[in-house]
């Protein structure tokens, strides 16, 4: 299946990362022999003074168009575009089949290409039946507008009946599982800052199934907690300030000294080193912090250093 030890997050190329920067990034991404960059038809509306996303996907197709050629596989998503000005949560797109089609002619026009890479049903739709759900992203398959699929910010339980779903019809199964990950863990039963969908959230039930089918991709994003690792003007947010986070920060200092890395490298070189391996989605704004990544993304942790992280 080829999984990425990293994915570049472009969420905010076009808005608030501006085109010469983002640019830059990429090229530094691309030189460093990164293969995915991960995107959706909603980055970023909320920076945007539409209302709307879209710009992420333009700005990708303008640099693929100026590099044509690259050997860069793309990921973007579907079902979290809100359907008016103002409208997120409540009012999104969905996952309906036509909406789905739509979406995704209306992704490939901006990125300049035929087809994706891999495909995700970016949040879940109880109003679509998963019947409907494996028809609709197993046709996307069929048609060659993606390699594959996956699912994001769904629970882990829902997953396995999707995939069982479509491997009863015959469709092709989601072979990817996206959900919000990090070293650092809140205490359990608040609520996350910035997480509006409580799905979203990789559930000890989602890490189990990971673990127990390779088959099946996982992708964390907000690996590094917006850079509340390494920068002291971003503190923790309430949820995280707990007994078990002191431990954790004591045994990802050690760590981190002994590497000689920041504690958010080892952050990201725990989660491709760990079982399972998980690909971070790694959200960038200077080239800087995408060469820091890839070096963190190509360190492999010991069995002594991930006993020591593991075990706090």
């Known amino acids: 299946m080829n999984t990425p030890t990293m994915a570049l997050g472009a969420m905010?190329?076009?808005?608030?990362?501006?085109?010469?920067?983002?640019?830059?990034?990429?090229?530094?991404?691309?030189?460093?022999?990164?293969?995915?960059?991960?995107?959706?038809?909603?980055?970023?509306?909320?920076?945007?003074?539409?209302?709307?996303g879209g710009q992420s996907e333009a700005l990708l197709g303008r640099w693929l168009a100026s590099n044509p050629g690259v050997g860069i596989r793309l990921s973007t998503k579907v079902g979290a575009q809100p359907t008016r000005v103002g409208g997120f949560p409540d009012?999104?797109?969905?996952?309906?089949?036509?909406?789905?089609?739509?979406?995704?002619?209306?992704?490939?026009?901006?990125?300049?290409?035929?087809?994706?890479?891999?495909?995700?049903?970016?949040?879940?739709?109880?109003?679509?039946?998963?019947?409907?759900?494996?028809?609709?992203?197993?046709?996307?398959?069929?048609?060659?507008?993606?390699?594959?699929?996956?699912?994001?910010?769904h629970p882990s339980w829902l997953l396995e009946r999707i995939r069982a779903t479509a491997a009863l019809a015959g469709h092709a199964e989601p072979t990817a599982y996206q959900q919000r990950y990090s070293y650092l863990q809140p205490a359990g039963g608040m609520p996350v800052e910035g997480q509006p969908i409580p799905t979203g959230m990789l559930s000890p039930d989602g890490l189990d199934f990971l673990r127990r089918d390779p088959t099946?991709?996982?992708?964390?994003y907000t690996a590094t907690l917006l850079g509340r690792y390494d920068r002291p003007d971003r503190p923790l947010q309430i949820e995280y300030r707990h007994p078990g986070t002191d431990r954790r920060l004591a045994a990802l200092t050690e760590v981190a000294k002994s590497r000689g890395l920041r504690p958010g490298q080892v952050v990201l070189a725990w989660l491709t080193s760990n079982t399972p391996a998980l690909t971070p989605i790694v959200g960038v704004s200077t080239v800087a912090q995408v060469e820091q990544a890839a070096e963190a993304t190509s360190t492999t942790l010991d069995a002594d250093e991930l006993e020591v992280l593991n075990n706090a």
């Open 12 to 52: 905010y190329f076009g808005t608030r990362v501006d085109e010469r920067t983002a640019f830059s990034i990429l090229d530094r991404y691309a030189e460093l022999g990164g293969t995915y960059i991960d995107t959706s038809n909603n980055y970023s509306f909320w920076t945007s003074d539409t209302g709307f």
């Open 216 to 220: 099946v991709d996982g992708w964390v």
């Open 91 to 153: 009012h999104l797109e969905g996952l309906r089949a036509d909406v789905v089609r739509t979406s995704m002619a209306q992704s490939l026009e901006r990125l300049g290409v035929d087809r994706v890479d891999l495909y995700w049903a970016h949040v879940e739709d109880p109003t679509v039946p998963v019947e409907d759900l494996v028809a609709t992203f197993g046709g996307l398959v069929s048609d060659g507008l993606t390699a594959r699929w996956g699912v994001s910010n």
